[in-house]
């Protein structure tokens, strides 16, 4: 990994839901670069500042893009040093979803044998050459991985400054739909918060992250400040969460089965 990147980890693991995500923070350099590679779960990627090149592409400030399971994306090269959020999380086939400690630990393990890493890239003891997340999700799982037929044959990347702020039945309270996709019913959406306003938990059927971004809220007693995540759990009816400074939250919602 580049020098200068650093992240903030954020992860839950539901087992009575049978759903887990892990999620990152990260403060990248230029030159972060990641191998042409696909992962057996979903993963979201918004880029708050600083730019990144996928596939000789570039994106910056307000791009989202939606890696879905199964489908090759990359190579990636951060082009420009800046802030994103990266959250993974398991997709319509419900592969075996890894936690960051149980990667890490993996990891350990691994290197103890003799593989090292470098630049995404796991090179075992007798040189073979193998991308990194399917080397620890192996060793980790104790068997070969199985990626699912791509249900999209490439990333969606989504402009979101291109959707406008629509207001919603809650007074101080704005929202930008920006994608639903797939049997999963995964809903995308930003969300901003006017100082002073509240907003409840959706209480939905499925499964809710949510990720703030810039400024503040404050929800079941406990300051969230950028940057953090809350979850809410099938059928979760929580604490409301409250603005005292303008926030915006990424929410993505899961309303498909979870097991």
């Known amino acids: 990994m580049s020098s200068g990147y650093r992240r903030q980890s954020f992860e839950t693991h539901d087992p009575e839901a049978g759903f887990g995500f892990r999620a990152t923070y ?100 007798d040189g073979r050459k193998q991308d990194g997340g399917e080397a620890l999700w192996e060793f980790w799982a104790g068997c070969r991985i199985s990626y699912p037929r791509p249900r999209y044959a490439d990333p969606l990347w989504i402009d979101t400054a291109a959707h406008e702020w629509r207001s919603t039945p809650i007074e101080g309270v704005s929202a930008k739909l920006l994608a639903k996709l797939g049997e999963n019913g995964l809903t995308i959406s930003l969300i901003r918060l006017a100082p002073g306003a509240s907003m409840a938990s959706p209480g939905s059927d499925g499964i809710v992250m949510r990720f703030v971004c810039e400024g503040e809220i404050e929800c079941g007693g406990h300051s969230y400040p950028a940057p953090s995540s809350l979850y809410d759990p099938p059928g979760a009816v929580g604490e409301a969460a409250y603005a005292r400074r303008d926030a915006t939250l990424l929410s993505l919602q899961v309303s498909g089965p979870t097991r």
């Open 26 to 125: 990260s403060t990248f350099p230029t030159g972060v670069y990641s191998p042409r590679h696909r992962h057996n779960f979903d993963q979201i990627r918004l880029i708050l500042d600083g730019a990144w090149e996928y596939a000789r592409r570039r994106y910056g400030a307000g791009w989202l893009g939606f890696f879905p399971e199964g489908a090759f994306y990359g190579p990636a090269r951060s082009i420009e040093p800046g802030h994103h959020w990266v959250i993974q999380f398991p997709g319509p086939s419900r592969a075996p979803f890894v936690s960051r400690a149980e990667e890490r630990q993996a990891q350990r393990e691994m290197v103890e044998s003799g593989a090292t890493f470098r630049e995404g890239i796991c090179i075992w003891p």
